[in-house]
């Protein structure tokens, strides 16, 4: 099926060749390995929650992803790393990261990682349905039902007003809808800028944003493992981000969003060694739904090529 990219010139959702699907398999594969980076990560955060105030978290998280970016970057690109003739979408991809990254790590320290994340799986929906006003990559009317189809399996998780996850469910909701704008911004910028100037300008944009926040509450760590770990979130986040830029350099924002599911297994078994947590019957329930609406859509883009 051939869509219109948001350079508009001709891009396909399902690869023709075997060097494109080699391409698309590469992409999936960095895919998959950034989001078992970013479950460590909220499984760290949600550790550290416990320790520290949540600001603390996110101002490590980013000064310390500011540190991986200018550590990674070559000393002869140093001086330019700022240079964008993208500035505007750059900030506000930083932002975008900001807001999920923020209201994430809030959500964790109320709710299960399972849930979190179960939730979280509602952004595969979203970019679908955001790919074509920003990227010219319009869904038909069937995947807009598998569109709603997904919503409803997150309300089976939250279950508002009907005793379900607490009030604070609706930072992972705003989490999802910061990672969806992410994700298609990440898809914009990724086949002309570099990761580096990417890299730098969501770790710089988060550090500023709470520096001024974190100087009333900071708390010294007590132990040198506290301290690693403060440290380590950013070089995580920045790893894992690493490969998503990989990823959606070569492949699609549409076809590599579904492989979010892959969390479910991380978030889960992570929630489980770390914390003992058992994901509820409807969590489960919720998940199962968006997860077969995600699956969906990426079926149906077989059966449209092929007719």
């Known amino acids: 099926m051939t869509m219109v990219s948001q350079g508009g010139s001709p891009s396909r959702l399902d690869a023709t060749t075997d060097a494109e699907r080699a391409q ?147 930072f992972s909701v705003l989490a999802m809808l910061s990672y969806s704008g992410y994700a298609i911004t990440t898809r914009m910028l990724a086949p002309t800028e570099k990761s580096t100037t990417a890299q730098f300008y969501s770790a710089t944009i988060g550090t500023l944003a709470f520096l001024p926040l974190v100087i009333g509450v900071w708390q010294t760590p007590t132990s040198l493992f506290l301290a690693f770990l403060l440290l380590a979130t950013g070089f995580i986040g920045f790893t894992g981000h690493q490969f998503m830029i990989a990823a959606h350099r070569i492949a699609p924002a549409a076809i590599l969003s579904p492989f979010i599911y892959t969390q479910i297994f991380w978030m889960s078994l992570l929630g489980y060694l770390i914390f003992g947590d058992i994901p509820g019957i409807w969590t489960i329930a919720g998940a199962s739904v968006v997860i077969a609406s995600g699956l969906y859509l990426l079926w149906r883009e077989r059966v449209v090529k092929e007719a």
């Open 24 to 170: 698309r398999l590469k992409a999936i594969g960095l895919m998959c390995i950034a989001l078992m980076c970013f479950s460590t990560l909220d499984t760290t955060a949600k550790y550290l929650t416990a320790s520290f105030p949540v600001i603390q978290i996110i101002f490590c998280r980013y000064l310390s992803h500011v540190f991986a970016a200018i550590g990674t970057t070559p000393p002869k690109d140093l001086p330019h790393v700022w240079r964008t003739r993208r500035w505007v979408l750059q900030i506000l991809r930083g932002l975008f990261m900001l807001g999920a990254t923020s209201f994430n790590f809030i959500a964790v320290q109320y709710l299960q990682l399972a849930e979190t994340m179960s939730i979280f799986f509602a952004t595969p929906l979203m970019v679908a349905l955001l790919s074509g006003p920003l990227l010219n990559e319009w869904v038909g009317p069937r995947r807009l039902v598998a569109i709603c189809v997904g919503f409803t399996g997150v309300l089976l998780v939250v279950r508002p007003g009907l005793g379900g996850l607490p009030w604070q469910a609706i």
